[in-house]
């Protein structure tokens, strides 16, 4: 009688395990539709980048703020000055940050790192 | 204790503690993919990333950076976004020079739609022959007409005025119709441009009476002016219409001057919103015009 528990507790045992390892690794819940928040670090800065180009193209800052809203909804502008900051201390693109800091005083978000690249003196 | 309950209930205690661990997993605790890439995305925002990697190629002309951008993304998705990208731009007459960068970009990427025609340089007019010297054009008092727009049965009313200006000597462009077409819809500058007609040496030495036809021209540029603005159309982006067709909207007591090519060289103007006949007692309806422009053989080729 004793043997009764003990099979029951390692048969759940094994059943949770055997659960755990199909529902994360074998048939993990699939992820088709995401949004650019949950974009890789890279593809994110990408994103941003890309929105400063559309932004150079088209002058819709109304556009620009809505697309880097799918970011970060509460400050549409943090993404852009975070990446910003982080190229000009990398020693990025010339043509990326002046792209950037140009959206970024749109948006009315300027820091000082950037303002020589709006004096055009970087 | 019967001889088989130990195997049952470890069996059952497996089966449960499956069904717990995939509630675990695939509910309550799913596998969190914040690293996600483009080609993951919703599908509009897929296309959102094609148009800014687009956009992106139109603000630094770099192509591999634009490539390397759109690799993950299917290609039907690709093909979707820029179609739809290109046209719209063309049709809100955005500058040339990104016309331009974004055409280019969608030919690198295998993608092809009527309005990259324009501005890769591939010329959609049509080249006609050479006059011999001995060809000597037909007259024809009316020209055979493109076919106009599918509308309800439009009412036609030839009108004379405003005419046409006279153009310089050396301009290839000349208005041969312009009509006055009541149709119940907006009002409308309908424009059809299409080549001269000319007739081979051949025909006319084989003592051949056939009219020769005009041949519509897509990939020419309209221009539309009135005292406060200007508008800029190209032909060929309703090619279901006309290859040579495009359209420009009116608006009542402005005057418009059209120009081919520049802005600055009429070949119509005092261009004003029509009105039509009153019927049964209702107040004239502002109509449409409809006006053909001819182009010389000798005209210059596309921008």
């Avoid at chain 2, 959102?48 to 490539?67: F, K, N, P, S």
């Avoid at chain 2, 016309?99 to 591939?122: C, E, F, K, N, W």
């Avoid at chain 2, 009135?226 to 608006?251: C, H, K, Q, S």
Wanted: hydrophobic residues 45%; proline residues 13%; glycine residues 8%.
């Amino acid at each position: 009688m004793r043997k009764i528990p003990f099979l029951a507790l390692i048969g759940l045992a094994t059943g949770v395990a055997l659960g755990l390892l199909v529902g994360w690794v074998v048939w993990r819940v699939e992820y088709t539709n995401t949004a650019p928040e949950q974009l890789r670090q890279d593809y994110r800065d990408d994103y941003i980048l890309m929105v400063a180009a559309a932004y150079q193209v088209e002058g819709n800052l109304g556009a620009a703020r809505d697309r880097l809203g799918l970011l970060d909804a509460d400050d549409p502008a943090q993404p852009v000055v975070d990446l910003t900051e982080r190229l000009i201390a990398a020693g990025g693109r010339p043509s990326d940050i002046e792209m950037l800091v140009d959206l970024a005083d749109g948006l009315g978000a300027v820091t000082a790192p950037m303002v020589p690249y709006l004096e055009g003196s970087p | 204790v019967k001889p088989g309950l130990p195997f049952l209930l470890l069996a059952g205690s497996i089966v449960m503690g499956l069904i717990l661990g995939l509630i675990y997993a695939w509910v309550i605790d799913p596998v969190d993919l914040i690293n996600t890439t483009p080609d993951l995305l919703r599908v509009d925002y897929r296309h959102e990333w094609i148009r800014l990697a687009a956009l992106g190629y139109v603000a630094d002309r770099d192509l591999t950076r634009a490539q390397a951008r759109l690799e993950p993304l299917p290609q039907d998705d690709i093909g979707e976004a820029l179609t739809a990208l290109v046209e719209a731009y063309a049709a809100q007459g955005r500058p040339a020079e990104t016309m331009r960068s974004l055409s280019y970009l969608a030919q690198q990427l295998g993608v092809h739609t009527p309005a990259m025609d324009i501005y890769l340089g591939t010329s959609l007019r049509p080249t006609p022959p050479p006059p011999s010297p001995s060809a000597t054009p037909i007259p024809s008092p009316t020209p055979p007409l493109s076919p106009p727009p599918a509308t309800a049965t439009p009412i036609v009313l030839p009108t004379p005025t405003p005419t046409p200006l006279p153009t310089p000597a050396s301009s290839p462009y000349r208005v041969i119709s312009q009509t006055m077409v009541c149709t119940g819809t907006a009002a409308q500058l309908r424009v059809f441009v299409q080549s001269a007609p000319v007739v081979a040496g051949t025909q006319e030495r084989a003592g051949a009476t056939e009219t020769p036809q005009p041949t519509p021209l897509a990939g020419v540029v309209l221009w539309l002016t009135w005292p406060e603005g200007a508008d800029r159309a190209v032909t060929g982006m309703r090619p279901w219409i006309d290859p040579g067709y495009v359209d420009f909207a009116l608006e009542m007591d402005v005057p418009y001057a059209l120009s081919v090519d520049e802005p600055n060289f009429p070949v119509l103007s005092g261009l004003m919103v029509p009105l039509c006949p009153a019927s049964d007692g209702e107040p004239p309806q502002p109509g449409s015009w409809r006006v053909i422009v001819s182009v010389e053989s000798s005209a210059s080729p596309l921008r």
